[in-house]
């Protein structure tokens, strides 16, 4: 059972990234059943929200002769780019609507600055941009940071990944995710977890 020091992060389980969504998850909306049981068990409850503005750098129509999912170079380094998603205060950027964890202590937008995209819920693309997650989470004395939602190769992989980088015990609960595996990107996102010290649950075994 979780603990008083573990906390759910629940990464970007938004219309956008689910069936009929801009940048649809293949199964995306198959996640908040799971979620929703898994958010029960847990007393604290930290939810992402993807929240571009309309002109993002990171979508494609930005950048004229580009195609989604394409790769560019970026101040900060290599870039995939995106159909447009996740707009600031359209329907696409709004939570599924069955996801039901009222009782979140915390919702942290992320990829609100136009030059910079933001997969981690920790730290901006730049690798130096601090969201502020990890002061929040040991503020409140967390240790444990349990992880679910969308996209397991992107944003989960890398919340992950910089929580294990942050100090945080990291738990990826498996079936409370799913992927869009670019090109097979989902069993390298899995390798570079499981060699940084991320270990993997299913929903079941939290539950």
């Given at each position: 059972m979780?603990?008083?020091?573990d906390?759910?992060l629940?990464?970007?389980?938004?219309n956008?990234?689910?069936?009929?969504g801009?940048l649809?998850?293949?199964?995306?909306?198959q996640v908040?059943?799971?979620?929703?049981?898994?958010?029960?068990?847990?007393a604290e409850?930290?939810?992402?929200?993807d929240w571009?503005p309309?002109d993002?750098s990171s979508?494609?129509?930005?950048?004229?002769?580009?195609?989604?999912?394409?790769?560019?170079?970026?101040?900060?380094?290599?870039?995939?780019?995106?159909?447009?998603?996740?707009?600031?205060?359209?329907?696409?950027?709004?939570?599924?609507?069955?996801l039901?964890?009222?009782h979140?202590?915390?919702?942290?937008?992320k990829?609100?600055?136009?030059?910079i995209d933001?997969y981690?819920?920790?730290r901006?693309n730049?690798q130096?941009?601090a969201?502020?997650l990890?002061?929040?989470l040991?503020?409140?004395?967390?240790?444990r940071?349990?992880?679910?939602g969308?996209?397991?190769?992107f944003c989960?992989?890398?919340?992950?990944?910089?929580a294990?980088?942050?100090?945080?015990?990291?738990?990826l609960?498996?079936d409370?995710c799913?992927?869009?595996d670019l090109?097979?990107?989902l069993?390298?996102?899995?390798?570079r977890?499981?060699d940084?010290g991320?270990?993997?649950?299913?929903?079941?075994?939290?539950?």
């Amino acid at each position: 059972m979780p603990s008083e020091r573990d906390v759910l992060l629940v990464v970007d389980v938004q219309n956008d990234f689910c069936p009929g969504g801009a940048l649809a998850v293949p199964d995306g909306d198959q996640v908040v059943g799971a979620i929703n049981a898994l958010g029960r068990r847990f007393a604290e409850v930290v939810l992402t929200q993807d929240w571009h503005p309309a002109d993002h750098s990171s979508f494609a129509s930005q950048h004229p002769g580009r195609q989604p999912f394409d790769t560019i170079t970026l101040d900060y380094g290599a870039q995939t780019v995106w159909p447009d998603h996740c707009v600031q205060s359209t329907p696409g950027a709004a939570f599924h609507r069955e996801l039901a964890l009222p009782h979140a202590a915390l919702v942290l937008r992320k990829g609100f600055r136009r030059a910079i995209d933001s997969y981690s819920a920790f730290r901006e693309n730049d690798q130096r941009t601090a969201t502020g997650l990890g002061a929040y989470l040991r503020e409140r004395g967390f240790a444990r940071v349990y992880l679910a939602g969308l996209a397991t190769d992107f944003c989960v992989a890398y919340s992950a990944l910089d929580a294990v980088a942050a100090g945080f015990t990291a738990v990826l609960v498996e079936d409370a995710c799913r992927a869009i595996d670019l090109n097979g990107s989902l069993a390298p996102a899995m390798t570079r977890m499981r060699d940084a010290g991320v270990t993997f649950a299913r929903a079941a075994d939290v539950i």
